[in-house]
T-cell receptor, first 112, second 116 residues
Framework: GESVGLHLPTLSVQEGDNSIINCAYSNSASDYFIWYKQESGKGPQFIIDIRSNMDKRQGQRVTVLLNKTVKHLSLQIAATQPGDSAVYFCAENKSGYSTLTFGKGTMLLVSP | ETGVTQTPRHLVMGMTNKKSLKCEQHLGHNAMYWYKQSAKKPLELMFVYNFKEQTENNSVPSRFSPECPNSSHLFLHLHTLQPEDSALYLC???????????????FGPGTRLTVL
């Protein structure tokens, strides 16, 4: 769906905690999902992706979970560090189409 | 640092000025994108180019004019902008193989545009 004039959801955690960032996607036909991290003054950077034939994928300190039944995506960051502070976006895509649809973003604030 | 570069990084212009934003990708991709990122809105897709052909224009005002001379370069020409056009303009690229390919986009650092 579309949103205008939104306030960015914020997740505040302590260094060393595990963080979970959630995202609801809208298109049941989407079969590819990406998490991006955007630090202040920079463009979004790819973190991890997952295809719809999987429900879990792990990277270095990050895990993405996909629940297609409820169209929900989550990003788990283990042992969160101050350098993880950023805005995190999920994006969905239907294979064969070039367009990504981005979520609203969640700001993660990590306190030392 | 990503393989997508954007210049300038910062731009201040008056409403009567004409300026251009440049994007270059060094990743061998065949699709390029312009996005607008405002402070209180999600990323807004503006234009999509596949194999140098514009395949999407998301109802963008004509004061924004894209140009894609080849698959590595993308421009956004600006003229008679409004203060509400002030935003971060992001360029991205991807390898679009069609069919069942998956479309991971790589972003540049953006141009911070201020319209006075």
């Amino acid at each position: 769906g579309e949103s205008v004039g939104l306030h960015l959801p914020t997740l505040s955690v302590q260094e060393g905690d595990n963080s979970i960032i959630n995202c609801a996607y809208s298109n049941s036909a989407s079969d590819y999902f990406i998490w991006y991290k955007q630090e202040s003054g920079k463009g979004p950077q790819f973190i991890i992706d997952i295809r719809s034939n999987m429900d879990k994928r792990q990277g270095q300190r990050v895990t993405v979970l996909l629940n297609k039944t409820v169209k929900h995506l989550s990003l788990q960051i283990a042992a969160t560090q101050p350098g993880d502070s950023a805005v995190y976006f999920c994006a969905e895509n239907k294979s064969g189409y070039s367009t990504l649809t981005f979520g609203k973003g969640t700001m993660l604030l990590v306190s030392p | 640092e990503t393989g997508v570069t954007q210049t300038p990084r910062h731009l201040v212009m008056g409403m009567t000025n004409k300026k251009s934003l440049k994007c270059e990708q060094h990743l061998g991709h065949n699709a390029m994108y312009w996005y607008k990122q405002s402070a209180k809105k999600p990323l807004e897709l503006m234009f999509v180019y596949n194999f140098k052909e514009q395949t999407e224009n998301n109802s963008v005002p004509s004061r924004f004019s894209p140009e894609c001379p080849n698959s590595s370069h993308l421009f956004l020409h600006l003229h008679t902008l409004q203060p509400e056009d002030s935003a971060l303009y992001l360029c991205a690229s991807s390898l679009n193989l069609g069919g069942l390919s998956y479309n991971e986009q790589f972003f540049g650092p953006g141009t911070r545009l201020t319209v006075l």
